[in-house]
């Protein structure tokens, strides 16, 4: 990595500048949790459904277009109507976008919990499965996985893992700690690692794996392992690197 890249890399370059991590909006598009002017209340439909961005069938056969169709317009959506619904009314004291809401909530606010850990889970995982980009991970998205985590496969092996393994439902999680480094975690239900109130490890999730059955089941049953290998072959490393920048920016 040369000086210049690793500057723009670690934010040292650019203080100040926090390089949103919604890069997935069409152009002109905001999104739906962009920052709110503080000391305002929620309305009743504060978040929205974005749109998947591309075509159901898209990632057949590794993911179906019908368990897409499903996952998207019945699960994400449901979380989104229940998230607007316990927001309803309430004001809120930081930005009001999805990320402060869940870097402050806490284990007993379930409904705030499960369901903005439910939007915000689902808005990076269609992200990171958007069609395109490079095969494999590039530049500084690389060096640091080969830098933390032992490179490329010593992490896809260590990612799968965390996915098999997690008990039940839930996700798992490529991110950014405190450290400044890359490291690899879990959640239950829809839990993540910016919930630093709920979860053992708190960090910048910059990739993340939905574990839950409704993402696999039509498809793999209960094969969960062999629809791991397939959303391995279809994560969108552009979308996961321009993530990367975001969080680096944020933890220096
Ligand atoms: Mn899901």
């Not at 500084?140 to 032992?150: F, S």
């Not at 896809?156 to 690899?184: D, H, R, Y």
């Amino acid at each position: 990595m040369d000086k210049r890249t690793f500057l723009k890399l670690t934010g040292a370059a650019g203080a100040g500048l926090v390089l949103s991590p919604w890069l997935g909006c069409a152009p002109g598009e905001a999104p739906d949790h962009a920052t709110r002017t503080e000391g305002t209340t929620f309305g009743p439909e504060a978040f929205k459904l974005p749109d998947l961005g591309f075509a159901k069938d898209a990632l057949a056969p590794g993911i179906d277009a019908e368990t897409m169709d499903i996952h998207h317009g019945s699960h994400h959506a449901g979380y989104v109507r229940k998230l607007n619904a316990a927001l309803d009314g309430t004001s809120f004291s930081t930005d009001g976008s999805l990320e402060a809401l869940l870097a402050d909530v806490t284990p007993e606010n379930a409904a705030l919990r499960n369901n903005g850990g439910g939007h915000f889970n689902h808005t990076l995982y269609w992200e990171v499965l958007r069609p395109g980009g490079p095969s494999a991970p590039e530049g500084d998205l690389a060096e640091l996985i080969g830098r933390d985590l032992g490179g490329l496969e010593a992490f896809a092996t260590a990612f799968a893992k965390a996915g098999a393994t997690q008990f039940g439902s839930g996700w798992a999680w490529l991110m950014v700690n405190g450290g400044g480094k890359l490291e690899i975690s879990s959640t239950p239900n829809q839990d993540n690692p910016l919930m630093k109130n709920c979860v053992e490890k708190p960090g910048i999730p910059v990739l993340g794996m939905d574990v839950w059955e409704h993402a696999y089941y039509l498809n793999y049953q209960n094969r969960r392992k062999d629809y791991i290998q397939a959303f391995l072959g279809l994560v969108n490393w552009e979308s996961v690197a321009a993530r990367l920048e975001g969080a680096m920016a944020q933890v220096k």
